[in-house]
T-cell receptor, first 112, second 115 residues
Framework: DQQVKQNSPSLSVQEGRISILNCDYTNSMFDYFLWYKKYPAEGPTFLISISSIKDKNEDGRFTVFLNKSAKHLSLHIVPSQPGDSAVYFCAAKRDSNYQLIWGAGTKLIIKP | EAGVTQFPSHSVIEKGQTVTLRCDPISGHDNLYWYRRVMGKEIKFLLH????????ESGMPNNRFLAERTGGTYSTLKVQPAELEDSGVYFCASSQGQFWDTEAFFGQGTRLTVV
């Protein structure tokens, strides 16, 4: 049973436009959510996170929105740049458990 | 400062053989984690060390997998004997504090192919 789902394997966006990556989860006990970015042949790197007590967190071009009632979060990238082309993973955790539960990732392609 | 280093970057072995993956965390990081991504699917937790102690190994798939962390420094993950389903990318990460903060860093991964 996959507790964190990223239903879009890939997404193609024009440079300069907004990229919206989606993530759904099933476990209402998750209290912290993170987005990671991964380039080929590299490990994931932390991008942005949000606590379950918030509904929005912003860091530069990146904003994460959390809708707890829908068990849905999204990552917005505005404006999209060529260097944003990568695989984006959504991850979640609960309580003080160090385990992260990951989605399968969405490959974002930014077209020039 | 050096990041998390994993060795080898690639390994191709035959079914039934043994493979040992190594991870060198960032110096001073007490927490070390192993994760695995199989066939482009989600990344899955394997285990978590705090210094030399296994804090949580609930993600280890079976007893063919053995992880150690010598003296609380580098860690090894041994697969013996390897099976076809063990193929995937094995990531190591380390952090000084809580994993969900920005303190956690991943290595580049070891791509294991069992044929």
């Amino acid at each position: 049973d996959q507790q964190v789902k990223q239903n879009s394997p890939s997404l193609s966006v024009q440079e300069g436009r907004i990229s919206i990556l989606n993530c759904d989860y099933t476990n209402s006990m998750f209290d912290y959510f993170l987005w990671y970015k991964k380039y080929p042949a590299e490990g994931p790197t932390f991008l942005i996170s949000i606590s379950s007590i918030k509904d929005k967190n912003e860091d530069g071009r990146f904003t994460v929105f959390l809708n707890k009632s829908a068990k849905h979060l999204s990552l917005h990238i505005v404006p999209s740049q060529p260097g944003d082309s990568a695989v984006y993973f959504c991850a979640a955790k609960r309580d003080s458990n160090y385990q992260l539960i990951w989605g399968a990732g969405t490959k974002l392609i930014i077209k020039p | 400062e050096a990041g998390v280093t994993q060795f080898p970057s690639h390994s191709v072995i035959e079914k039934g053989q043994t493979v040992t993956l190594r991870c060198d965390p960032i110096s001073g990081h007490d927490n070390l984690y192993w994760y695995r991504r199989v066939m482009g699917k989600e990344i899955k937790f394997l285990l978590h060390f705090v210094k030399e102690s296994k804090q949580d190994e609930s993600g280890m798939p079976n007893n063919r997998f053995l992880a150690e962390r010598t003296g609380g420094t580098y860690s090894t993950l041994k697969v013996q004997p390897a099976e076809l389903e063990d193929s995937g990318v094995y990531f190591c990460a380390s952090s000084q504090g809580q994993f969900w903060d920005t303190e956690a860093f991943f290595g580049q991964g070891t791509r294991l192919t069992v044929v």
